[in-house]
Nanobody, 119 residues
Framework: QVQLVESGGGLVQPGGSLRLSCAAS????????MAWYRQAPGKQREVVAA???????NYADSVKGRFTISRDNAKNTVYLQMNSLEPEDTAVYYC?????????????WGQGTQVTVSS
């Protein structure tokens, strides 16, 4: 059974930092691209950052220079380091794993972790 379990969310003041983790099980983690998405109240879910199985990364313009995605294949874990947090970063953050192989696409989501940026 595939599981993606996020952790590390919480309440932080503007300008602060948080590190999110997403631990995966039930998949060949190193073969999957991983991504972080977020969804604020009343808004659509949006991609924040992504990392390929080979380690290439990409970021939404709104978080470039502030957020860093990384992965540790030995621990089956993807991270999102978030610095200089702003109230606009408040959202539920989800991790996603996806892989395409032989014409099939496999996509899995975590349950989400709440991040609140407020003074």
């Amino acid at each position: 059974q595939v599981q993606l379990v996020e952790s590390g969310g919480g309440l932080v003041q503007p300008g602060g930092s948080l590190r999110l983790s997403c631990a995966a099980s039930g998949i060949t983690f190193s073969s999957y691209a991983m991504a972080w998405y977020r969804q604020a109240p009343g808004k659509q879910r949006e991609v924040v950052a992504a990392i390929t199985s080979g380690g290439s990364t990409n970021y939404a313009d709104s978080v470039k220079g502030r957020f860093t995605i990384s992965r540790d294949n030995a621990k089956n874990t993807v991270y999102l380091q978030m610095n200089s947090l702003e109230p606009e970063d408040t959202a539920v953050y989800y991790c996603k794993a996806d892989r395409s192989r032989l014409g099939f696409t496999y996509i899995y989501w975590g349950q989400g972790t709440q991040v609140t940026v407020s003074s």
